[in-house]
Structure formats: C-alpha cells, structure tokens
C-alpha cells in the first residue's frame, strides 16, 4: 500500500511542474524569474489521504483459521485401587489385673437395700465391711423383737424405721437366737408373717433369706443354747423351703465358711460363731454376689 501511495505521489508531482510550465510559457516571456522564495511543494501537501473507502484498499484477507485440532487429553494410567486405610491396630488388651482381694465386690447392689439382723449383722458394718444400704441391726434380736425393739444408736422400733424410707431390697437374717426355741415350725411360721409385713410397707421389693453359717466344732459341742451344728443345718433347710414357698431369694452359706466337717473353720473366729474381718468380708461378697445375681 504503501508503495502505491508513493507512485501516486510522484505522478501527482510530475503533472503539477508540466502544467506549470505550460502556464509559464503562454502568459509570460521566457525570462521571468521564479520566486526563489516560493518553496517547492512537498509531495505530501498535495497528497490527500486515501479515504477508508476506496475498494482497493481492503483490508487484506486474513487466513482461513485452520482446525486446531482437538486436544486429547493424555490417557493416564488407570489409578490404581488404593487399600482401604485400616487404622493401626491397637495392642492386644492385657488381662485385667488381678483383683485385690481387700476390695471386695461392687457393693452398689445395697445402695437401695435394708438389712435387719442380728449381731452377726451387726459386724458387717461396724467394722465398715459393708458400707452401702442401711443396717437395722441389733444383739440379741430376733422374730419377735424386731416389732418392738429399735436398732443399735435409734429410739424407734425397726419395723417402724423400716417405713421411714423407699426401699428396693430387704435382706433379712434370723434363727441365730431361736435355734433354742422348742418349736421350729413356730418360728417358720411368725418369719413368714414378717415377710408379709415388710411387703405391707415395700410392695415392690425383693426379699433376700440369709442362711446361718456354721459354728465351730469347739463351740458346737460345748452349747447349751441349741445353737450347734445339727439344729443349724435343720433350721437352713427350713428356711430354704421358706423361701421357695414365698418366691424371695434365698442366700446359702458360702463354701469357704464350711470345714470339710461342715463346722466354721477355727481360724475364722475367736468365739467360735462372731467372724473375723476375714470372713466377714468373705460372707459380705458372697452376699453382694447373690443379691446382685437376682437383681
């Protein structure tokens, strides 16, 4: 384009000095001088801008756009299934450690219990071997008693502390001091009426029937009282069918309260029927396991 323009200019230029000439030569003589002064045009003062319009001035036709060919994307390889993420295996439990023998068993099982006994009861506690439910516990107590007789440190009879409070459990233990009464069936009879009595008051509980353990054979042979080893086993039988007849529970005496002779073992107690703390707490989780057993 540019060199076009050019060409254009040059001719332009051309005609413009013949014409002048011509002029010169009709109207003037020969000799007229030219203004020195009058400058020479420059091509581009008489050189008029191409108008955007003139056809051959197109803009040059731009390429056909070739197809870019499409891009693939790159197969990548297949992602191979990564392992499930197992979380890291924890060590092997150990066992358990041996239990302390002093501990005992959970005694939570009593949080809701009464227990209503004699003085062999009475150890349970003032020794702290049993340290929940609450104890209505007196020396000397007995089937009859237990309607008039307050428990050791209270002033009102224990039937009537017994209302005083909601209870989930009573566990009872009697025949201790009626081992000399002349009739058995009597005293069955009045614990049964007592049962009655406590269901009066606690509709909803569970009754547990303890067992009476052995005496020693020391002790058994030399008593005056009725209480030795020959009335204690007929007294348990007794009482066991009691408490199948009455659907409570019945507490059997654990084995390691009786000798291979069946008596109390010598070293459990120094009277000879009153445990050592020993057996008291081997007794106390015995019980705790019953009650937790038929809870």
Not at 6 to 27: E, N
């Given at each position: 384009?540019?060199?076009?323009?050019?060409?254009?200019?040059?001719?332009?230029?051309?005609?413009g000095v013949m014409l002048l000439g011509a002029c010169r030569g009709k109207d003037h003589p020969s000799d007229t001088v030219v203004d020195i002064n009058t400058p020479v045009?420059?091509?581009?003062?008489?050189?008029?801008?191409?108008?955007?319009?003139?056809?051959?001035?197109?803009?040059?036709?731009?390429?056909?756009?070739?197809?870019?060919?499409?891009?693939?994307?790159?197969?990548?390889?297949?992602?191979?299934?990564?392992?499930?993420?197992?979380?890291?295996?924890?060590?092997?439990?150990?066992?358990?450690?041996?239990?302390?023998?002093?501990?005992?068993?959970?005694?939570?099982?009593?949080?809701?219990?009464?227990?209503?006994?004699?003085?062999?009861?009475?150890?349970?506690y003032r020794f702290g071997v049993i340290t929940h439910g609450d104890f209505f516990t007196k020396e000397g107590l007995n089937i009859n008693t237990v309607y008039t007789d307050?428990?050791?440190?209270?002033?009102?009879?224990?039937?009537?502390?017994?209302?005083?409070?909601?209870?989930?459990?009573?566990?009872?233990?009697?025949?201790?001091?009626?081992?000399?009464?002349?009739?058995?069936?009597?005293?069955?009879?009045?614990?049964?009426?007592?049962?009655?009595?406590?269901?009066?008051?606690?509709?909803?509980?569970?009754?547990?029937?303890?067992?009476?353990?052995?005496?020693?054979?020391?002790?058994?042979?030399?008593?005056?009282?009725?209480?030795?080893?020959?009335?204690?086993?007929?007294?348990?039988?007794?009482?066991?069918?009691?408490?199948?007849?009455?659907?409570?529970?019945?507490?059997?005496?654990?084995?390691?309260?009786?000798?291979?002779?069946?008596?109390?073992?010598?070293?459990?107690?120094?009277?000879?029927?009153?445990?050592?703390?020993?057996?008291?707490?081997?007794?106390?989780?015995?019980?705790?396991?019953?009650?937790?057993?038929?809870?």
């Amino acid at each position: 384009m540019k060199k076009l323009i050019s060409i254009i200019m040059t001719i332009a230029v051309l005609a413009g000095v013949m014409l002048l000439g011509a002029c010169r030569g009709k109207d003037h003589p020969s000799d007229t001088v030219v203004d020195i002064n009058t400058p020479v045009p420059q091509a581009t003062s008489v050189v008029r801008p191409v108008p955007t319009d003139v056809p051959d001035f197109t803009e040059a036709p731009t390429p056909a756009p070739t197809e870019v060919p499409v891009e693939t994307e790159v197969p990548t390889e297949a992602p191979t299934k990564q392992p499930d993420i197992t979380e890291a295996p924890t060590e092997a439990p150990t066992e358990a450690p041996t239990k302390d023998p002093n501990e005992g068993e959970d005694q939570s099982v009593f949080d809701d219990a009464a227990f209503i006994g004699n003085s062999l009861f009475v150890g349970l506690y003032r020794f702290g071997v049993i340290t929940h439910g609450d104890f209505f516990t007196k020396e000397g107590l007995n089937i009859n008693t237990v309607y008039t007789d307050p428990a050791d440190g209270d002033s009102i009879p224990i039937m009537d502390m017994l209302a005083q409070k909601e209870y989930g459990k009573v566990i009872l233990f009697f025949g201790t001091n009626e081992l000399g009464w002349p009739s058995y069936t009597s005293f069955i009879q009045k614990y049964s009426d007592l049962l009655d009595e406590i269901w009066k008051i606690h509709p909803q509980a569970k009754l547990f029937i303890v067992g009476i353990p052995p005496v020693t054979k020391a002790y058994s042979d030399k008593s005056t009282n009725g209480v030795n080893l020959a009335n204690i086993n007929k007294m348990n039988n007794m009482l066991e069918q009691l408490a199948d007849r009455r659907s409570v529970t019945y507490v059997k005496v654990p084995k390691d309260l009786i000798s291979d002779t069946g008596y109390l073992p010598d070293e459990a107690s120094s009277d000879g029927i009153h445990f050592n703390l020993k057996y008291d707490r081997i007794w106390a989780d015995h019980i705790a396991r019953t009650v937790r057993k038929a809870s």
